[in-house]
């Protein structure tokens, strides 16, 4: 103290911050075997112990190498094949992250009764979560982030690192959806409807607590709408689950607007999802000004907005069908949910002439397709390229405007030259037979009708 009270401020800071770092280089190791015994193998594992807390990791894996090699029925064996990987977990790299990952799965293929295998298995979900990119970036390592967390949360469900996985599988759980809501916003404001709505639609299902859905809901229910009128229940059911699930998102009061508009009855707040929200909107800590500026260095993912209760999805998102896709009519497969139908063939005999073949009409009369008299069934199913054929069929429309409009110019100006071209009509009859040309005798180089005129008797 006497010492930093002669120092300038603007140096405490870094000795301070030196002081803060030499203290974390060397970390105590983490052991339960306390016994001070001089057996072979107890010195041999300390001797690797003493090593790795000093950063001597390849002599420390040296050491634990023997000991397992030269006591196979030690009491240390497990402990120091666990050693092992924490070693390359401490040495850090890619090399040493993979190296750790294949000694902790080896550790709990061969003790996975121990209380260790939890925490081996925690390091392994540590491993890839601090691997992760960015929302908008490859997500590979989130994806094998989420995969380890969910099997610490299935194998060792009472284990001391269950909560820490739980609030670690939300928040890999927020950056996925993130990825998956800059995906249909891109589709949505580019007016690719069907694709839009059905990436948001599926987002919110997978990912409940995710921190934005009010917005992906909202934006699933306006393209819905923008798709006509035989998908305005979908759009309802999109804005009537903001109001339930979602009542203190920035969407909520949009979102009675928009049911109001449809004629839909506002459904009541779910008192559950209230709590919940209200929760993490109290617990929410937002980031300091230092890390808000660093936040373009960091790989990693903004998780702050991640929420802090509620259990994770522990299932993998499901394949779903854009409204654009048409469904195969079959009662069977819609009921089952499955899409191979039936292979069973019974045959009956008609006995009533009021059947089916009698009351509906005759596909082929109408080209291969049956008429129906719902206006919404028949209309054709929205698309993608909706906004770009539109804009098509607009330069398409106004460059055959242009090109009439030419033609009719052209017309008009060809009319009165092919006018003038035709000779004057004459108000007499020349001199002659008709139908002769008269003779030119005006003209003193003209020749003469008869040159050899007859001679008079």
């Not at 580019?190 to 059905?198: E, F, K, V």
């Not at 949009?254 to 909107?281: F, S």
């Amino acid at each position: 103290m006497l010492f930093c009270k002669f120092l300038p401020k603007r140096a405490l800071l870094p000795v301070l911050s030196i002081g803060l770092l030499a203290s974390c280089i060397h970390k105590k190791y983490e052991t339960p075997i306390t016994k001070n015994t001089q057996q072979p193998d107890k010195v041999l594992f300390d001797q690797a112990v003493h090593d790795i807390e000093h950063g001597r990791y390849e002599v420390a894996r040296i050491s634990l190498q023997t000991l397992m090699n030269t006591y196979e029925s030690s009491e240390y064996m497990a402990k120091a094949k666990l050693a092992i990987a924490d070693s390359w977990y401490r040495e850090g790299g890619s090399n040493g992250m993979a190296q750790a990952e294949a000694e902790y799965k080896d550790f709990i293929l061969f003790y996975p009764q121990m209380e260790e295998a939890a925490q081996a298995q925690n390091r392994v979900c540590e491993i890839h979560y601090r691997q992760m990119d960015k929302s908008d970036r490859d997500w590979s390592q989130t994806i094998r982030a989420e995969d380890e967390c969910r099997a610490l949360l299935v194998q060792f469900p009472n284990s001391k690192f269950a909560p820490e996985a739980a609030q670690r599988l939300r928040n890999i759980q927020e950056s996925l959806a993130e990825h998956e809501f800059v995906v249909g916003n891109f589709y949505y404001r580019r007016d690719m409807n069907p694709a839009a709505a059905n990436r948001l639609n599926a987002l919110v299902d997978q990912y409940p607590l995710y921190s934005n859905a009010g917005e992906a809901l909202y934006e699933a229910g306006m393209a819905y709408s923008k798709m006509g009128p035989r998908f305005r229940k979908r759009a309802g059911d999109m804005f009537g689950r903001i109001v339930r699930d979602y009542p203190l998102s920035n969407r909520a009061e949009a979102a009675k607007r928009r049911l109001k508009d449809l004629e839909i009855p506002v459904p009541e707040v779910d008192r559950a999802a209230y709590d919940r929200e209200k929760y993490d909107l109290e617990n929410y800590h937002r980031p300091s000004m230092l890390g808000r500026s660093t936040a373009f260095i960091r790989s990693g993912p903004d998780v702050s907005h991640a929420a802090k209760s509620g259990a994770p999805t522990m299932t993998d998102p499901k394949s779903t069908i854009p409204a654009s896709v048409p469904v195969v009519n079959n009662t069977e497969t819609a009921s089952t949910g499955g899409g191979t139908g039936t292979t069973d063939v019974t045959a009956t005999q008609v006995s009533s002439t009021n059947s089916a073949l009698d009351k509906k009409p005759d596909a082929r009369s109408s080209g291969g397709t049956v008429q129906t008299t719902s206006d919404q069934t028949n209309q054709p199913l929205p698309t993608n390229r909706d906004k770009e054929l539109k804009e098509y069929r607009a330069r398409q429309a106004k460059k055959q405007a242009a090109l009439e409009k030419k033609k009719k110019k052209n017309k008009n100006e060809n009319q009165p030259a092919a006018a003038q071209s035709q000779p004057a009509p004459t108000t007499g009859t020349p001199t002659g037979t008709p139908g002769s040309t008269p003779a030119a005798t005006n003209s003193p180089n003209a020749p003469s009708a008869n040159p050899n005129p007859p001679q008079q008797p």
